[in-house]
């Protein structure tokens, strides 16, 4: 399996426009799409108008298959109004520690994962204004670790998701562009349901499990913090993320 997000952002008078237009153009033409099984538009806890077109595929020739039919580009042109013009930069920490800088692009930000672990359920129903909410978890792994990081997720982590009340869903997958980064991704039947699961300790639990497989930058940063009662922000740290889920499908 495939995951692909597109990673927009919306005006704040043009999210509900937005919102309309995936539920009634792109849904429709991704599930006529050939291994296309699952599209949903998530939207952030934190910044209204920072939405991601997530959608998982049988194959990325699939994914491909469809961006080389023009069919994406259309709809893209025809979302593009709906955005805002890009004036961010992004920032990042190189090998050597020096801040790197890169203006962003017009074109669209897409990034692209393996699927390396799912559970073995069908992905709920989406509905429009449905209550679902997304957590995304990003964490950087040592290079020699991202094995043992799947059979943690595998045999431990993502079992014990799908026994959490109100999990609907769960799974790890592993950036194409950069092998090291993995991103767990859960479904939920609401916020509530995803703020128990981190307070009841249970989170906290399972970040112990594979705390040693994460990069030495993160694990050197966690020890300072401990010391100092400082905390501060690297391109290697965990990160988490919730979304609230506006539109999609399951085909």
């Known amino acids: 399996m495939y995951m692909r997000f597109l990673r927009i952002n919306a005006l704040a008078d043009k999210l509900d426009t937005l919102i309309n237009f995936y539920d009634k153009a792109i849904v429709p033409v991704l599930q006529n799409t050939k291994g296309c099984r699952y599209a949903c538009l998530i939207q952030s806890a934190r910044h209204k108008g920072e939405c991601i077109s997530m959608t998982l595929w049988d194959s990325p020739a699939d994914a491909e298959e469809y961006e080389k039919s023009g069919r994406f580009r259309q709809l893209y042109d025809k979302v593009r109004p709906l ?41 709920p129903e989406t509905k429009k204004y449905s209550p679902m909410y997304v957590r995304i978890i990003s964490a950087r792994v040592k290079s020699d670790k991202k094995e043992e990081a799947k059979e943690i997720y595998k045999n431990e982590i993502g079992p014990g998701l799908r026994r959490v009340k109100g ?25 509530q349901a995803a703020d128990n699961y981190e307070k009841s300790g249970l989170f906290d639990e399972y970040v112990g499990k594979v705390q040693h497989l994460f990069a030495d930058v993160y694990q050197w940063k966690m020890k300072l913090e401990q010391k100092s009662g400082k905390k501060s922000v690297t391109s290697e740290d965990m990160s988490i993320d919730q979304y609230t889920v506006v539109a999609g499908k399951n085909f």
């Open 83 to 123: 955005m805002e013009d890009s004036s961010e930069w992004k920032i990042q920490l190189t090998t050597d520690y020096t801040l790197e800088y890169k203006p962003e692009s017009d074109e669209p930000i897409i990034d692209s994962y393996d699927v390396s672990y799912l559970s073995e359920v069908e992905l």
């Open 167 to 191: 999990c609907k869903y769960a799974f790890l997958t592993q950036n194409l562009q950069d092998e090291n980064e993995f991103f767990s991704i859960t479904i939920w039947e609401n916020k």
